[in-house]
């Protein structure tokens, strides 16, 4: 057989080809008299690819047995198509049964609730929602790879395993080695964790900022990108135990610079998607949001709108609406919250900054007023929260400070506080949330169905 070439390569070929092997799994098959039509499939685009098998084949009988899911290679000659929605077609001259299926295979030709296929995630990316959702993962990674290293900044990989808790809100997964039905015992009984694997506490990290602004401190712009972990008992569609986020860190840059950053990559990923991801975004146009489309370049067309979080809390006191969660100063915006000012009041993406220094972590540059920290949250409509960051507190008396209000050992964070003993510079970063980009781009409105195999409360099949 000839090289495979891709079924997205073969739909887009500008000549008919006299040979040519295309693979894939079979999503319909329909008989004639001396016909089939296999519908193909591969996963590079969300088109099929129609193929013609003539009874003259010499395992003709066993094409006609063929059912949805199957695994063939097909040579043939690549032609005009005949019917109506693509513009090319295969005819058979050879059809190779790579593997199997019975009727007992899952996805089938009808709809399928998302609930269900959360079951079957091994067998969902071969949907046409979920082939196209992994598509635009996909192409939506590379873009953020391709802004940052356009515009001068370093990769930096931060550790997974870590002994540093970055929010210090303790919703830490701790790593061990210790043996649960035998732990090693302090005096006061408390396991000693002084006789694991690393020799003290270590978890899976919450954030790999710390880290990053070591590098910001060296490097100038850097950026990590990977998976990150919090035992948040929250169940809900914006919340998961393992997702991934994308963490610049800017030395000399302050709160403004931030926000800018922050709104020229969202709006750049929407700009990217709309160009390379167009047929995967008419599909979820079509079958998940219809204003899809139009919210992605309304978003486009507008600067983010920018307010104080003490004019948010004006402004949804004086709203009169009735939320779940009553609006108090010094407490966090919910959801809610979030998407009113995005969808009713401001009906575009808006960054709140400024807030009350009790709700934030101890990291952040205290403002003049003695009360508020350099906090930025970039809320969307739809999500909510997108984007969390700060200027980063590079003073050190102050960042000493901090870490003792927020009940935490500055031994423990010794490393960090050189980074100010040693060369301070203003210096910021945020957090971007790679799902919740992805939930907005594609209008899917579940976290755990842009994640490969989600980890959630209870569950973390596969």
């Known amino acids: 057989m000839p090289p495979p070439t891709s079924i997205k390569d073969a739909l887009k070929s500008a000549a008919p080809a006299p040979s040519i092997q295309v693979r894939g799994w079979v999503r319909t098959r329909r008989d004639s008299k001396d016909f089939s039509f296999i519908e193909l499939n591969d996963g590079s685009c969300l088109k099929n690819l129609q193929i013609i098998a003539k009874n003259t084949l010499p395992n003709y009988d066993a094409v006609q047995h063929l059912i949805t899911g199957a695994s063939i290679a097909v040579r043939g000659a690549l032609v005009a198509s005949q019917g109506k929605g693509q513009s090319w077609e295969v005819v058979a001259e050879e059809i190779e049964i790579v593997g199997s299926s019975d009727d007992t295979y899952p996805l089938q030709k009808k709809g399928h609730t998302p609930e269900f296929l959360r079951e079957i995630a091994h067998l969902r990316p071969r949907s046409n929602l979920f082939g196209a959702v992994f598509r635009v993962r996909s192409r939506l990674a590379f873009a953020i790879h391709q802004f940052f290293q356009d515009r001068g900044f370093v990769y930096v990989h931060t550790p997974i395993i870590t002994g540093s808790d970055c929010e210090g809100a303790g919703e830490l997964f701790r790593v061990t080695a210790i043996d649960p039905k035998n732990p090693p015992r302090r005096a006061d009984g408390e396991i000693d964790y002084a006789q694991d694997f690393f020799a003290r506490s270590t978890y899976l990290t919450v954030s790999g900022q710390l880290e990053a602004e070591a590098f910001a401190c060296a490097l100038s712009k850097v950026y990590t990108f990977g998976p990150t972990f919090r035992a948040e008992n929250s169940n809900t569609s914006r919340h998961a135990n393992e997702f991934w986020m994308i963490e610049p860190e800017m030395a000399f840059c302050d709160l403004?610079?931030?926000?800018?950053?922050?709104?020229?990559?969202?709006?750049?990923?929407?700009?990217?998607?709309?160009?390379?991801?167009?047929?995967?975004?008419?599909?979820?146009?079509?079958?998940?949001?219809?204003?899809?489309?139009?919210?992605?370049?309304?978003?486009?067309?507008?600067?983010?709108?920018?307010?104080?979080?003490?004019?948010?809390?004006?402004?949804?006191?004086?709203?009169?609406?009735?939320?779940?969660?009553?609006?108090?100063?010094?407490?966090?915006?919910?959801?809610?919250?979030?998407?009113?000012?995005?969808?009713?009041?401001?009906?575009?993406?808006?960054?709140?900054?400024?807030?009350?220094?009790?709700?934030?972590?101890?990291?952040?540059?205290?403002?003049?007023?003695?009360?508020?920290?350099?906090?930025?949250?970039?809320?969307?409509?739809?999500?909510?929260?997108?984007?969390?960051?700060?200027?980063?507190?590079?003073?050190?008396?102050?960042?000493?400070?901090?870490?003792?209000?927020?009940?935490?050992?500055?031994?423990?964070?010794?490393?960090?506080?050189?980074?100010?003993?040693?060369?301070?510079?203003?210096?910021?970063?945020?957090?971007?949330?790679?799902?919740?980009?992805?939930?907005?781009?594609?209008?899917?409105?579940?976290?755990?169905?842009?994640?490969?195999?989600?980890?959630?409360?209870?569950?973390?099949?596969f």
């Open 256 to 461: 403004q610079g931030n926000m800018d950053v922050a709104e020229e990559i969202v709006k750049y990923l929407i700009r990217d998607i709309r160009e390379h991801c167009a047929e995967d975004l008419e599909l979820f146009g079509k079958f998940v949001d219809k204003e899809l489309l139009t919210r992605l370049d309304f978003v486009l067309e507008r600067p983010f709108q920018r307010i104080t979080y003490t004019e948010a809390v004006e402004l949804l006191i004086k709203s009169g609406e009735k939320f779940e969660f009553p609006v108090v100063y010094g407490a966090n915006l919910q959801s809610e919250h979030e998407r009113w000012l995005t969808e009713k009041h401001f009906k575009c993406p808006v960054t709140v900054f400024d807030y009350p220094k009790e709700i934030k972590p101890f990291y952040m540059r205290l403002n003049d007023d003695g009360k508020t920290v350099t906090a930025m949250d970039v809320l969307v409509p739809g999500i909510g929260e997108i984007v969390g960051g700060s200027q980063r507190e590079e003073r050190f008396e102050v960042l000493e400070e901090n870490i003792r209000r927020h009940k935490m050992d500055p031994a423990d964070y010794k490393w960090y506080l050189d980074l100010r003993r040693y060369g301070t510079v203003p210096h910021a970063g945020f957090g971007l949330g790679f799902e919740r980009m992805l939930m907005f781009v594609t209008g899917v409105s579940n976290i755990r169905d842009v994640i490969p195999f989600a980890r959630t409360p209870g569950s973390a099949e």
